[in-house]
């Protein structure tokens, strides 16, 4: 019997150990005891576990303590929480917030600053991956990654695809707006205003989605905007020429998102079926004045077949609250600025000169006017996304920073608002986790590497000391920050003073 009882207990205990894993490291990480939150399919089932990683990549994640060899670090996780890192999937690098060229060139000290703590910034709060949706110089995508602590960067090419003098070349003088905009798509009804130098066969949709593809951008971008403020009548691209941008990026294994926020827009781009639109409804049209917690029949229905389709929606709250923040005289003390914007640039948006903008956009309008009206857009971009949300849309975090140039949008500051704001809207916070992590890796063909915590993804990977399925304020509670296995301690991401 005791022979016996002696065989049954070796079994139990020899199972037991072959079920642990054993796992050799030369360059690990092992974080224990920790709360692991990460889904693969939009709901969380968190648990206390273990996750290891070794070099960059996660090579263990689950309940069941590990067997480690070899050499590695070990941080106790004990009461914090592990999620993957966050991804924003609307930026744009290149430029200073708030600055024209001109400004650059008087002040090139804050400009050369600015440069070098943004890639840190995002990081700060939790920014792992950007996707720069604008166009972005070969010499930027090298020199940021050239960078000692920087998020990876993902982009759309040397610029997006937008039609010939339409929105965004209309910003630029039109001698040089053609060779600013390389990928810019040719229109018959534009004919007359595109220079001679141009063949329209470099500047069909097939052409132009070619040359992004051989750029190395994961995405095309393209724009449908007839215009806002005083700037109206912009062309827009025909259905024909979205649809062939549709079917060009799907035939490269590209992702085709485009720039709306009007009705209109929307509507014209949900019937099509692109993949992703790079703006929430904000821009009512015909509704803009109706009460504003009443969502129009026509703007129910457009949502309903962006649901329907499952086009992912980037609500991009913070356009409208960036550009608000150029009347709020207590915006630029906010403490969390000081963390991202360095103190000789954040001085510098306080003065007279750096009020260009606010002058452009809001000229004779007196600040509580300013406020009722973006006060009015924001409630009508909030009550879309509460209705997308409630009714299971495929909404995609990203922060469009910056949208303008205002100051109002600083690296990962303005992420880390936009969460709030969505929490502000109605969005429940897993789905807000979600949005920025495991949809937006899904929607950009990037999950393969990120957007969870599994074995074999990308050891990105952000640790709190409060839980983001409960608490907001979790995405100010980040300790430390995981990028490529490399751990940075959150402290040593923020600006210098
Ligand atoms: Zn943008």
């Not at 709901?43 to 590695?72: A, C, M, Q, R």
């Not at 050369?112 to 890639?119: D, G, T, Y």
């Not at 140039?405 to 880390?416: E, S």
């Amino acid at each position: 019997m005791k022979k016996l009882l002696t065989i049954l207990l070796t079994t139990v205990l020899c199972s037991c150990q072959e079920k642990k894993e054993q796992l050799n490291l030369t360059e690990g990480v092992h974080i224990s005891n920790v709360t692991i939150i990460s889904t693969e399919d939009g709901s969380y089932s968190p648990y206390i576990g273990h996750l290891v990683v070794e070099k960059d990549k996660i090579v263990y994640v689950g309940k069941d303590e590990p067997n480690l060899s070899g050499t590695f670090e070990q941080i106790d996780g004990t009461g914090k929480f592990v999620t993957p890192g966050l991804i924003d999937s609307h930026v744009h690098l290149p430029g200073v917030q708030g600055m024209l060229p001109h400004h650059i060139e008087k002040y090139p000290e804050l400009a050369a600053e600015f440069k070098s703590q943004m890639p840190r910034s995002y990081l700060y709060f939790g920014f792992t991956t950007l996707i720069d949706l604008g166009g972005i110089s070969k010499e930027l995508i090298t020199s940021f990654n050239g960078q000692e602590a920087k998020p990876d960067l993902y982009h759309v090419g040397h610029s997006g695809a937008a039609v010939a003098n339409g929105y965004p070349m209309n910003f630029t003088p039109e001698e040089y707006r053609f060779d600013a905009v390389p990928n810019f798509l040719y229109m018959e009804s534009q004919a007359e205003h595109i220079p001679d130098k141009y063949d329209p066969a470099d500047h069909t949709p097939k052409a132009v989605v070619n040359r992004i593809k051989n750029s190395g951008a994961i995405a095309v971008k393209s724009y449908y905007e007839s215009g806002f403020g005083r700037m109206m009548g912009l062309p827009v691209p025909t259905k024909g020429i979205m649809e062939d941008l549709l079917t060009e990026a799907h035939s490269n294994g590209l992702v085709l998102t485009v720039h709306a926020n009007s009705l209109e827009a929307h509507s014209f781009l949900v019937d099509i079926g692109v993949d992703i639109i790079a703006h929430g409804i904000w821009n009512w049209g015909k509704y803009k004045d109706v009460p504003r917690d009443s969502l129009p029949l026509e703007i129910k229905r457009t949502l309903d077949l962006q649901i329907q389709k499952q086009i992912g929606y980037t609500p991009t709250l913070t356009v409208i609250e960036g550009e608000e923040a150029l009347v709020d005289t207590e915006f630029l003390d906010q403490p969390g600025l000081k963390k991202a914007v360095p103190k000789g640039l954040l001085e510098w948006y306080k003065t007279e000169e750096a009020q260009w903008f606010a002058k452009e956009i809001f000229d004779g309008l007196s600040v509580e006017q300013v406020h009722m009206v973006y006060d009015n857009v924001q409630a009508h971009a909030m009550l879309a996304l509460k209705y997308l949300s409630d009714n299971d849309g495929l909404i995609l975090f990203g922060s469009d920073t910056p949208s303008a140039p205002t100051y109002g949008n600083q690296p990962g500051h303005n992420g880390n608002w936009e969460l709030k704001l969505m929490k502000e809207a109605g969005v429940p916070l897993p789905k807000i986790l979600a949005s920025a992590t495991f949809n937006n890796a899904k929607a950009f063909h990037l999950d393969a590497s990120i957007g969870s915590l599994a074995i074999g993804k990308k050891a990105n990977i952000i640790m709190m000391t409060k839980n983001p399925l409960r608490d907001i304020e979790a995405y100010d509670a980040i300790e430390k920050v995981i990028i490529g296995g490399k751990i940075i301690k959150r402290e040593n991401l923020q600006v210098n003073e």
